[in-house]
């Protein structure tokens, strides 16, 4: 600015007088006064000019004796270079959140992590475990970052007397584990991967033993859309579990849940693999776990119906612990009351369905999924009937209780641990494996 003023008053007072001291020698000595000639080199430190090669600036200078010299700047963000500013977020990750990295840029950069599943997001890069524990580095546009894999949290179990309680002091079943917890804020989605067998009753051709059923067969088409009328059930009652089919067999055909026996492949692909076809005399079959653990031998339900609303969702939610609860029964109180039906194997309070006559049904006459009532819901405490589209029920407009029934809530609070039975994220086998017998499981029909 400085500069700028200065050159204004001279170009104004160049008629008077010389400017910037480099006085003109040629008119010293000159006896007979003429018109000098008005030669005024540019101060020292003037710039005379400013061009781009490249991203790489160049300023000539003048050098006050009447030459220039030049200046070049590289990666000059006047002449469009973009620096690359990277910031660690967060530093921890495991199998569920990411390590977060912030990258801001306007141009392509590169990076190479030493570990894990990196997935590049709008705002940089996410990482998640692939179970590599420890520190890692990575290294964005030549420098190094470092990120760290841990165990996820856990909601560890208290004993208390002979009772065990989970670390919110809800009742837990008497042999479950502690499992994966982020919360009660959390509402991550996780995926769940279910693998389907058909009974080969209704195949034509090609029914080995564990060949896939084509995906233009009329079978798979069905069992695809019903994973999806699930998926968006689950989303319309704050079930935080995406389905998703890891792969659908012929198997020749069985007759009940213990003669049910899906090939290896199957069951090491998925978290739970589903027998669609014979669940002996009944609609359908379940073991329901008293503990869900990572790598847990994979749950195999069976029944009558295809993927989809109904018998399929009623026995993945055995399958995942729920039991089948209450009827008619408004004052329903764990530890007073006895259920009129089998109560769920992991959350003794609420991991089980309701239904009841209108008005004390989950929402008006509405029962839940896992009761033998409409099945029009998930019970859920925080959500509302009228939401929903119901009428209020015995909690009210809540779709749910956490002293009664609350099928969504035990459903997420199961769902990390559970996603883990096959882990998707990782190629290393879990070396620790748990001893299992039947104790483990209780059977349920229907
Ligand atoms: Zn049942």
């Not at 165990?151 to 002979?162: A, D, F, M, R």
């Not at 584990?177 to 067998?197: L, N, P, W």
């Not at 069951?267 to 739970?272: P, Y």
Request: proline letters at 5%; one cysteine or more.
């Amino acid at each position: 600015m400085t500069k700028i003023i200065k050159i204004l008053i001279c170009a104004s007072l160049l008629s008077l007088i010389n400017c910037g001291g480099t006085a003109d020698s040629s008119s010293s000595g000159a006896t007979t006064p003429t018109n000098p000639p008005l030669v005024t080199n540019p101060e020292s430190g003037t710039i005379l000019s400013t061009q781009c090669d490249g991203t790489t600036q160049i300023v000539e200078v003048a050098d006050g004796q009447g030459g220039t010299t030049f200046e070049s700047t590289e990666n000059s963000e006047e002449c469009g270079y973009q620096p690359v500013l990277i910031n660690v977020v967060r530093r921890q990750a495991d199998y569920f959140k990411p390590a977060i990295i912030k990258v801001e840029s306007n141009r392509e950069w590169v990076y190479e992590a030493q570990a894990g599943n990196v997935t590049e997001t709008d705002t940089g890069l996410e990482i998640t475990s692939d179970g590599q524990l420890g520190v890692h580095s990575i290294i964005i546009e030549g420098e190094e970052f470092e990120y760290e894999f841990v165990e996820p949290p856990l909601c560890q179990h208290v004993t208390s007397g002979y009772d065990k309680f989970d670390c919110l002091g809800y009742p837990v079943g008497g042999n479950a584990s502690s499992m994966i917890y982020y919360g009660e804020e959390d509402t991550q989605v996780v995926t769940i991967e279910v693998g389907v067998a058909r009974s080969t009753t209704y195949c034509d051709t090609d029914c080995a033993d564990g060949t896939p059923v084509p995906q233009d067969n009329f079978n798979r088409i069905s069992a695809v859309k019903g994973i999806q009328e699930l998926n968006e059930f689950n989303q319309r009652n704050n079930v935080y579990i995406r389905f998703e089919l890891t792969e659908m067999v012929w198997l020749a055909t069985w007759y009940d849940l213990y003669s049910f026996g899906p090939p290896p492949f199957l069951t090491e692909m998925s978290d739970v693999v589903y027998g669609w076809g014979g669940s002996g005399s009944v609609g359908g079959q379940a073991l329901m776990p008293r503990s869900i653990y990572p790598a847990m031998r994979t749950p195999t339900p069976v029944g009558r119906n295809g993927p989809g609303l109904g018998t399929f969702a009623h026995e993945i939610g055995h399958a995942m612990g729920l039991g089948h609860g209450v009827w008619g029964m408004p004052d329903w109180q764990y530890g007073v009351t006895d259920l009129l039906q089998q109560g769920g194997s992991l959350f003794p309070q609420f991991g089980h369905g309701w239904d009841g006559a209108s008005p004390r049904g989950a929402c008006g006459p509405q029962g839940s999924v896992m009761s033998y009532g409409s099945g029009a819901l998930w019970t859920n405490s925080l959500n509302s009937c009228e939401e929903l589209g119901f009428s209020a029920g015995n909690w009210g407009d809540a779709a749910g209780s956490r002293l009664q029934s609350d099928e969504a809530y035990h459903l997420n609070r199961v769902r990390y641990s559970y996603s883990l039975i096959h882990n998707e994220h990782s190629d290393t086998e879990y070396s620790l494996k748990v001893e299992e017998d039947e104790n483990y499981y209780i059977l349920v029909n229907d």
